[in-house]
C-alpha cells in the first residue's frame, strides 16, 4: 500500500515562508500524480498544487500561483511545497495526495482523482 507522510509545517508570519515535504512510499507504478491539498475550519478542502510524474507538469490554484512552488526529488518520491509571501488566508490543514495513473491536466484539480492521502500538516500564518 502507498503511504504518504507529510512535514514542515508550523506557526509562521505573515510574509514569510515555509516549505513543506511529503515522502511518498509503497508504490511500484511509475505512472501518478501528486498533489497538495489545503483544508481550513469550515471549508472544504481545496486544491493548492499539483504536479505529474511523467513530465512534471505542475498546476497552481489562483490563490497561491506566484507564491507557491511544486516540485520532487530526483526519485520521484518526495514532494515539496514551498510556499512564498505567507497570508493568514492560507492557515490551514495541507495535505498531500497521490493517484496512480498520470492525470490529465483537468483532473488534476480534483479532490476525487487521489485515491492515497497523508494525515496532513498544520500551517498557521499569524498576522
Known amino acids: 500500500q502507498v503511504q504518504l507522510v507529510e512535514s514542515g509545517g508550523g506557526l509562521v508570519q505573515a510574509g514569510g515562508s515555509l516549505t513543506l515535504s511529503c515522502e511518498v512510499s509503497?508504490?511500484?507504478?511509475?505512472?501518478?500524480?501528486l498533489a497538495w491539498f489545503r483544508q481550513a475550519p469550515g471549508k472544504e478542502r481545496e486544491f493548492v498544487a499539483g504536479i505529474r510524474g511523467g513530465d512534471r507538469k505542475t498546476q497552481y490554484a489562483t490563490s497561491v500561483k506566484d507564491r507557491f512552488a511544486i516540485s520532487t526529488n530526483n526519485a520521484k518520491n518526495t514532494v515539496y511545497l514551498q510556499m512564498n509571501s505567507l497570508k493568514p488566508e492560507d492557515t490551514a490543514i495541507y495535505y498531500c495526495?497521490?493517484?496512480?495513473?498520470?492525470?490529465?491536466?483537468?483532473?488534476?484539480?480534483?479532490?476525487?482523482?487521489?485515491?492515497?492521502w497523508g494525515q496532513g500538516t498544520q500551517v498557521t500564518v499569524s498576522s
Open positions: 509503497g508504490s511500484t507504478s511509475s505512472s501518478y500524480g
Open positions: 495526495a497521490r493517484r496512480t495513473g498520470n492525470p490529465i491536466v483537468s483532473m488534476m484539480r480534483q479532490v476525487q482523482a487521489y485515491e492515497d
